[in-house]
């Protein structure tokens, strides 16, 4: 009679379970994988009793060494969506949202009366087992040793191998929220420690590019204020006269930086933006030794136009440059001028780019904009447009097409948000993969500060930037208390999107791209875009293992 106590299902990882409805996903037993993939899928539980308890968690299988489980944890969200969101959202309501993976104290999961919870399995052998079809069962074990219920899983690995991933990603990376959070004074051996934990999570989710705080990042910054100093570039103002300042420029630190990124596999630095963000006016915070005092030398009342500042620049670029072929770093690194700028900034973006354009050839200059004007006038030669702009760029054939999204895509196209579905997260990747996009950008990989950085934010507590960004779009992972972040399932399930790009590009290999794309639409009915997808989980599941079955069978 015990063990009618507790309901199991097993779940795909692209179902949300919500512990205040009831469970309508349909049950996922069976998968596929790949050799060096990681498959993650969910146990779903119900405690039908009038008092909570615990569970103890174990896991039989021959692939129990790469194996991880954790409990899926619920996040608050005050400001779920916009009030004129779309129709494919799975609430809208405030409340508690699934999100947060957590690791289980003592092996233990926590029992709450009449509640779905969720287990998140991940499996990653990293190429380690043999293909074959693997039973995962998970049993359900009371404290006194009464067996609860079990399930069973049954995992298949194909022998054969992802690609390489060859899209470049970025999600900028707040090392100052790193600082903050952890109490860690920046440059310390500590903040060291900690901004290397970030970014071994970082790699090991697909991303490959950083964004590298040469100067504090002009990002999400009140006008007149500033962000804590995170500036790699130590700088001293070494004289003055009649022809301006002249400016000595150490990069130590950020040896050290390109250093430990290049150790945990990093492969690209963003330099970060020159100018500030929505309109390329001012300079970014700039910090220097001058007549012995370490002060703030260009800010907010910097005209970026101005002849200071392009003194400074023109001093600073080539040092920099040259830092850059010192160290063998010239096809890794990419510019930015200013975030955001639009039509109406078009002349000031067009002043800063001067001012730094004659240093930087042959260097890529990358910005998240979406006006084909910046594009089409010859401005900007590696335009970064949103999702839900992407149009005009594709008709016309711009090369090495990036593309981004932010708070602000959240009809139609793809995005992150708590309340959409997981489908609408990993069908990025197919989005990608079809269009050959050669870059993909967001924004917030761990900021954890109120609108415009106006103050800190408790992330386990306010998921939105205060009532400012819908959950979901400023932060994909959690400070963990052991310096290191916990994940969130939409990291996992971004990165599944991920592998589904790179499985595209293997199943290419044998059929060809036309033929790869014909497979993917056959049966829609029309072709995929940014904004016309299959929403629904079924068809991405599905679509991949359809895929899985057509590499075994070229591998034989």
Same mark, same amino acid.
């Given at each position: ?57 174990? &896991? ?6 790469? %194996? ?19 129709? =494919?959202?799975?609430?809208? #309501? ?5 999100? &947060?993976?957590?690791?289980l104290k003592d092996e233990s999961a926590p029992l709450v009366p009449l509640q779905w919870r969720s287990l998140w399995i ?10 074959? &079809? ?17 399930? *069973? ?7 054969? +191998? ?5 899209? %470049? ?5 707040? #090392? ?35 964004? #590298? ?11 007149? +204020? ?43 630095? *963003? ?25 703030? %030398? ?9 002849? *200071?500042? !392009? ?22 690194? =990419? ?21 730094? =354009? ?57 995005? !992150? ?6 489908? !609408? ?19 917030? =990989? ?41 994940? +969130?399932? !939409?990291?996992?399930?971004?990165? *599944? ?13 044998? #059929? ?11 049966g829609l009915g029309y072709p995929i875009t940014f904004k016309k997808y299959p929403r629904d989980a079924g068809w991405l599941l599905h679509k991949r293992e359809e895929i899985n079955r057509m590499i075994a069978g070229f591998i034989?």
């Amino acid at each position: 009679m015990q063990a009618e106590k507790l309901e199991i299902r097993l779940l795909s990882s692209l179902e949300k379970v919500f512990a205040d409805e009831d469970l309508k996903a349909l049950e996922w037993k069976v998968g596929s994988m790949l050799l060096n993939e990681v498959y993650s899928f969910q146990v779903a539980y119900r405690w039908n009793d009038v008092r909570s308890s615990s569970a103890v968690i174990t &896991i039989s299988s021959e692939l129990s060494g790469w %194996i991880t489980v954790r409990k899926v944890g619920l996040a608050p969200s005050e400001f779920p969506c916009y009030g004129d969101h779309d129709d =494919y959202v799975l609430r809208t #309501t405030p409340g508690l949202y699934p999100d &947060i993976l957590l690791p289980l104290k003592d092996e233990s999961a926590p029992l709450v009366p009449l509640q779905w919870r969720s287990l998140w399995i991940t499996v990653k052998p990293g190429g380690m087992a043999k293909a074959g &079809i693997y039973p995962i069962i998970i049993t359900f074990t009371s404290p006194s040793g009464d067996e609860l219920g079990k399930a *069973e899983f049954r995992l298949e690995i194909i022998n054969a +191998s992802l690609p390489e991933q060859s899209l %470049i990603y970025t999600q900028w990376f707040h #090392t100052d929220c790193l600082s903050t959070w952890y109490n860690a004074e920046v440059f310390s051996d500590r903040y060291w420690r900690i901004v290397k934990n970030y970014l071994e999570t970082a790699v090991n989710h697909g991303i490959s590019m950083i964004l #590298t705080p040469l100067f504090t990042p002009p990002l999400d910054t009140d006008v007149g +204020s500033e962000r804590p100093t995170v500036q790699l570039v130590d700088v001293e103002v070494c004289s003055r006269d009649h022809a301006g300042a002249a400016y000595k420029f150490g990069f130590e630190r950020l040896r050290r930086w390109v250093d430990i990124c290049l150790a945990v596999g990093i492969k690209y630095f *963003e330099l970060s933006h020159l100018f500030t963000q929505w309109g390329a006016k001012h300079a970014p915070k700039i910090m220097a030794c001058k007549n012995g005092e370490y002060k703030r %030398i260009f800010g907010w009342e910097t005209d970026a136009s101005g002849k *200071e500042y !392009r003194s400074f620049l023109s001093q600073f670029l080539p040092e920099l440059i040259n830092f850059i072929n010192h160290h063998n770093l010239k096809d890794r690194v =990419y510019f930015h001028v200013s975030d955001e700028p639009h039509m109406d900034h078009y002349e000031s973006y067009k002043n800063a780019a001067s001012a730094i =354009y004659p240093y930087i050839e042959g260097f890529p200059v990358i910005d998240a904009l979406s006006d084909y004007k910046f594009y089409e006038t010859g401005l900007v030669k590696n335009p970064i447009p949103a999702t839900d702009h992407i149009e005009p760029f594709l008709e016309n054939k711009v090369p090495n097409l990036w593309t981004y999204y932010c708070c602000s895509q959240y009809k139609e196209v793809s995005n !992150r948000f708590f309340n959409m579905p997981s489908a !609408r997260n990993r069908i990025l990747g197919t989005q990608l993969y079809k269009y050959n996009i050669a870059g993909f950008l967001q924004w917030g =990989y761990n900021f954890w500060y109120s609108l415009l950085s106006r103050y800190p934010i408790d992330p386990y507590k306010v998921t939105d930037a205060s009532h400012s960004f819908p959950s979901g779009d400023a932060f994909l992972v959690y400070p963990g208390e052991d310096e290191k972040p916990l994940e +969130s399932l !939409r990291f996992e399930v971004f990165y *599944e999107g991920l592998q589904d790009m790179r499985t595209l590009k293997l199943l290419e290999s044998h #059929t060809g791209y036309e033929e790869t794309v014909n497979l993917l639409e056959k049966g829609l009915g029309y072709p995929i875009t940014f904004k016309k997808y299959p929403r629904d989980a079924g068809w991405l599941l599905h679509k991949r293992e359809e895929i899985n079955r057509m590499i075994a069978g070229f591998i034989g």
